[in-house]
Nanobody, 120 residues
Framework: QVQLVESGGGLVQAGGSLRLSCAAS????????MGWYRQAPGKQRDMVAT???????NYADSVKGRFTISRDNAENTVYLQMNSLKPEDTAVYYC??????????????WGQGTQVTVSS
């Protein structure tokens, strides 16, 4: 059984920074792509940033130049450094990890979500 544990959300003023982390724990799996998504009240869940197993990042246009995604393969952890935060970045942020189990099956795993609130 694989679990994702997120941390790092909170309340910050506009222009501030936060760093989110998400660690995958368990046994008998291989982590492939990792990413962060967000969902604001009344809106759909949108991709924020993803990173391949080879560390190639991809960003939503709205966060390019402000957010940086990275990963630590030894720790099965993905990070999201968020700088120059804006009130419109307020949302619940979800970690997403694509896994391959020891039996060869693919698993799409979501974290529990962490609230990010940016005040103006």
């Amino acid at each position: 059984q694989v679990q994702l544990v997120e941390s790092g959300g909170g309340l910050v003023q506009a222009g501030g920074s936060l760093r989110l982390s998400c660690a995958a724990s368990g046994s008998r799996f291989r982590v492939n792509a990792m990413g962060w998504y967000r969902q604001a009240p009344g809106k759909q869940r949108d991709m924020v940033a993803t990173i391949t197993s080879g560390a190639k990042p991809n960003y939503a246009d709205s966060v390019k130049g402000r957010f940086t995604i990275s990963r630590d393969n030894a720790e099965n952890t993905v990070y999201l450094q968020m700088n120059s935060l804006k009130p419109e970045d307020t949302a619940v942020y979800y970690c997403n990890v694509l896994l391959t189990t020891s039996s060869g099956g693919g698993v799409n795993k979501w974290g529990q979500g962490t609230q990010v609130t940016v005040s103006s």
